[in-house]
């Protein structure tokens, strides 16, 4: 009796060290191959497609295209808006994560304190449930990414892949969708109706801006102007 104890615990040790070690491996062998093919979807569009099922005319537009196919003006305008340290921290803005907890502390309307790593680890990797769960696996994503893609890699990625509007995902499916042109054709004035639709994206359209998306568009691009932004986001 004594003996198969001992046979069982030690079972149970290996199962409890293995299953660990199996999902670290098949997480980082996911990324790997994540940072040379592009997903073919995301949790999100899956989501999104599930929730409008009963709308016949719901479709959903995602077109990839490699980084230098996407105007700069679009990676500018993202990153003024949703992180703009995004090229000197590690993954997370510790400090736009302080000031967001100090908001909904306050009752204050909040901004999401997610950078653009986060927010890509979420959109390519988790669900889009609010819960401490899908938040340990954002951040166990975001600093594979990290690790792994590297900062063009993962610009690229969220600018393929971002919610743009209903059933639009990415920079090129926005840029046809909205202005019938590609995504190397998108002006700074649209990049920036763009980015301020970001936060609430099937709320705010950049064709229809209204007075709050064109004055958040002008603070964005205002913004632009106080980032030093690397030569390889010109394509250079």
Same mark, same amino acid.
């Given at each position: 009796m004594a003996k198969k104890r001992n046979i069982l615990g030690r079972f149970l040790r290996l199962v409890l060290l293995w299953i660990p070690l199996g999902?670290?491996?098949l997480t980082v062998?996911?990324?790997l191959l994540l940072k040379w093919i592009p997903p073919v979807a995301t949790p999100l569009m899956v989501q999104r497609s599930i929730e409008y099922r009963a709308d016949k005319d719901f479709k959903t537009h995602y077109k990839w295209v490699p980084y230098? &196919?996407?105007s700069a003006e679009m990676a500018r305008a993202v990153i003024a808006s949703e992180d703009n340290l995004f090229f000197d921290h590690d993954g997370f803005? &510790?400090?736009a994560i302080k000031q967001a907890i100090e908001d909904k502390k306050a009752g204050k309307a909040q901004r999401g304190g997610s950078s653009i790593s986060q927010q890509t680890a979420k959109n390519v990797f988790c669900t889009h449930r609010r819960d401490f769960i899908r938040k340990g696996f954002e951040t166990y994503f975001t600093l594979l990414i990290e690790w792994i893609w590297g900062k063009e890699r993962i610009l690229e990625v969220y600018l393929n892949v971002a919610e743009m509007g209903k059933g639009i995902y990415g920079a090129q499916a926005a840029a046809e969708a909205y202005w019938n042109k590609t995504a190397s054709e998108i002006t700074r004035r649209q990049a920036c109706l763009i980015a301020a639709c970001l936060p609430s994206p099937l709320k705010r359209s950049p064709v229809k801006p209204g007075e709050y998306v064109s004055r958040q568009a002008n603070v964005i691009s205002a913004r632009e102007n106080n980032i030093s932004y690397p030569d390889w986001i010109y394509h250079k």
């Open positions: 999902f670290i491996a062998l996911w990324v230098e &196919r996407i803005d &510790r400090k």
